[in-house]
């Protein structure tokens, strides 16, 4: 990179590229004056700002020596300009304590493409659109022209948006072989519809914004993720089969796995939820926030999960960082003041919906590390072998002290990276690190070398465009490119409201997915009883038996993907353009996938499917299911249920592996 400077000009190349422009006639940077209202429900935020001022800043001054370059704008903002080869880091300092918006313009083309930015779900390419950054519930629905999210609008203020999600991080990559991270928590928009520029809006002067560039993506995946930190490696004990997410008790729970295991289902856990208790209300069956096992449900926990252990299955529960108010463990946090407190002094509870909490205050050191105690003695301590490590979202903003005195408004984004820290540094520091795997919705950045695994969060159990199957992909893809290259879902989804139940046909096509991703995990979702559950079908047994083997036949091959992942920062799922850059059609593909380097993965992700048209990059494929060759191009496929389109390269070392694949479980 190189940054050029002429009188009251400045300018930022990468090669042919100009990235950055400041000039009389295009600034850079404009400030201004906001004032916010937010409103929460439950997760749900509606945010609006009335902007009273936004002023362009124009270059008073330039002092540039050998290390740095020292850029005044107007006496308001003084900017400090490094380069070292690829990278690029601006660092501002506030020089008018008036201002509290501040937006950053980024040189763009027309045909540039963007992504990043979290977990993004609706869209992979995320140009053309803009991206509020904050993290919260998804909401449901998504679309608001569907009945599912006006029904959820209407009722719970939870219908959400294209936008909306568990995981913001102000980080983008472009198309043009660099990545962008701006150094701040604040509330942020990220604006990528004009044909010009990016602009990037924060709600303070940020601390600092890195720009980095490489020849191709890969390296440019491994320079991002060596600044981020690198995600460990899954556990071995993973690749052994399903995680099967069951709840009820002992006789129900391990029932249920005793009877898919007869059916021919390889279990690698059994994930039980509500290990700590459960509590019904009226969006359906949910947990007793107070995380220690559940005495009257699961009796003996510990020594059943040693039996498990002696079987070569794994036991998994579930943990967040909040505390129910009726709950043993909020008592102690109570009596030693470690919850978030109103102005007053008074405990924070949170409505969670018909009950509430109190928030663990994580800036609080003394706190975290009952918390992190927490996990110790009554997860790890226990022999529990993962968890979901939930929420993370739900900091509220209004009447809120921290112990470390920083507004809620900057700590809010901040707060799932806190939450991540404190779930790897327990395992970390029990020596269990590669041993347990915990996985989680929630994020922010930082969270790349504390999260051991992403999950998806919430959809619906449909097949819907911005809630559904396909939504995960995108998810999936886009966590990818910002550092965070290990994900998995709830296999068939997690939301059942209005009527919107999960069906077979769902249910499988999601596990057939899942069976070419890192992790396969089922979750029974919000309401059991009214959706389908494949271990009440003989036929979904067999099927799912089918699909546990395929995922546990690759497993060799995933592991080298998470492997590369580790060392090097490259998704285990990957963006079609990852490997074939001078093919344009690759940029724009959000429902297709690369698993690992040699794996070309199409889900069905509509109903009624049994053709799947599937494009092929430039090179030799072999379909898994017939061994049939194909090339480049458009091409319409096969896809009965069971036979999700999927391809590998006639090159890959792995062919034998594959084939292996087709003659056990292929169309003869």
Same mark, same amino acid.
């Given at each position: ?40 429900? *439950? ?7 009335? =902007?009273?001022?936004?002023? %362009?800043?124009?270059?008073?001054? /330039? ?26 880091? +601006? ?39 803009? $991206? ?10 998504? !679309? ?16 959400? !948006? ?19 991270? =701006? ?13 010009? #520029? ?29 600044? #981020? ?40 856990? +059994? ?22 096992? &559940? ?19 794994? #036991? ?27 102005? !007053? ?36 301590? +226990? ?12 900091? %509220? ?19 799932? @990276? ?5 779930? $790897?540094? @327990? ?37 819907? *465009? ?9 998810? @999936?893809?886009?966590?990818?490119? /910002? ?7 709830? /296999? ?35 309401? %059991? ?11 979904? /047994? ?14 060799? $091959?995933?592991?080298?993907? =998470? ?15 990852? &490997?074939?850059?001078? !093919? ?22 509509? @109903? ?49 592996? #594959? ?10």
């Amino acid at each position: 990179m190189e940054l050029l400077t002429e009188g009251r000009c400045l300018k930022l190349t990468d090669g042919g590229n100009c990235i950055l422009t400041c000039d009389e006639s295009m600034p850079m940077i404009y400030v201004g004056h906001g004032k916010e209202t937010v409103d929460m429900y *439950r997760g749900n935020f509606k945010i609006e700002d009335y =902007v009273a001022d936004k002023v %362009p800043l124009s270059i008073t001054s /330039i002092d540039r020596n050998e290390d740095k370059t020292v850029v005044d704008f107007d006496g308001r903002i003084k900017a400090t300009v490094t380069v070292n080869g690829d990278c690029a880091e +601006i660092s501002f300092e506030t020089l008018d304590e008036t201002v509290n918006r501040f937006w950053f313009r980024v040189r763009a083309d027309k045909d540039e493409h963007v992504y990043g930015c979290g977990e993004q779900m609706s869209y992979f390419d995320l140009r053309g659109r803009h $991206y509020p950054l904050w993290t919260s519930e998804p909401g449901v629905g998504r !679309d608001k022209t569907t009945y599912v999210t006006w029904r959820s609008d209407v009722e719970n203020k939870a219908g959400g !948006d294209y936008y909306n999600t568990n995981y913001p991080e102000p980080t983008f990559v472009s198309s043009r072989h660099y990545y962008l991270h =701006v150094d701040s928590t604040a509330y942020a928009d990220f604006d990528f519809r004009n044909d010009d #520029f990016h602009e990037l809006g924060i709600w303070e002067v940020p601390a600092k914004i890195r720009i980095e560039s490489a020849g191709t993506f890969a390296e440019l995946l491994e320079k991002e993720t060596a600044f #981020f930190g690198r995600q460990p490696e899954l556990p071995d004990w993973v690749y052994n089969g399903l995680i099967f997410g069951v709840q009820g008790g002992n006789e129900r729970s391990f029932g249920l796995a005793e009877k898919i295991q007869k059916g021919g289902v390889q279990l690698s856990g +059994i994930w039980c939820q509500d290990w700590c208790g459960k509590r019904v209300t009226s969006f359906g069956k949910r947990l007793q926030w107070d995380w220690h096992y &559940h005495k009257e449900m699961y009796p003996d926990l510990p020594d059943k999960i040693a039996g498990l252990h002696k079987k070569g299955i794994k #036991f998994l529960g579930y943990v967040n960082p909040y505390l129910v108010n009726d709950g043993e463990l909020f008592k102690e946090g109570e009596e030693k003041g470690y919850f978030a407190k109103h102005h !007053d002094g008074t405990t924070y509870l949170v409505d969670f919906g018909e009950f509430y909490c109190g928030a663990v205050d994580l800036t609080n050191p003394e706190a975290f590390e009952w918390f992190k105690g927490i996990i110790k003695k009554y997860s790890i301590g +226990i022999g529990i072998d993962g968890w979901m490590a939930d929420f993370g979202e739900y900091l %509220p903003t209004d009447d809120i002290v921290l112990h470390n005195g920083n507004s809620a408004m900057t700590e809010h984004n901040h707060w799932p @990276a806190l939450w991540a820290k404190c779930n $790897y540094e @327990a395992v970390k520091e029990t020596d269990n690190l590669g041993k347990i795997v915990y996985f989680m919705r929630a994020g922010a950045a930082g969270s790349q070398k504390y999260c051991t695994l992403m999950w998806a969060g919430d959809q619906s159990v449909d097949f819907s *465009r911005h809630d559904g199957l396909c939504t995960v992909i995108s998810a @999936a893809l886009g966590t990818g490119m /910002i550092g965070c290259g290990l994900n998995h879902s709830d /296999i068939g989804g997690y939301t059942s409201l209005f009527g919107n139940v999960r069906t077979k046909e769902v249910f499988m096509r999601w596990a057939e997915m899942a069976a070419f991703t890192p992790v396969m995990r089922t979750h029974e979702g919000n309401r %059991p009883d009214d959706c389908y559950q494949f271990y009440n079908d003989e036929d979904g /047994i067999k099927r799912m038996a089918r699909l546990v083997d395929i995922y546990k036949m690759m497993s060799s $091959y995933t592991r080298d993907a =998470v492997k590369e992942n580790h060392e090097k920062g490259i998704p285990v799922q990957r963006p079609l353009f990852l &490997h074939y850059e001078d !093919d344009e059609k690759c940029y724009t593909e959000q429902f297709e996938y690369l698993l690992g380097r040699d794996v070309l993965v199409a889900p069905v992700y509509k @109903a009624g499917q049994t053709e799947r048209e599937v494009y092929l990059p430039d090179d030799e494929w072999i379909h898994l299911w017939s061994g049939r060759a194909y090339g480049k191009g458009v091409n319409v496929v096969d896809a009965e249920l069971g036979y999700t389109p999927v391809f590998y390269r006639k090159a890959s070392r792995y062919t034998e592996l #594959f084939e292996n694949i087709r003659a056990k479980h292929g169309k003869n």
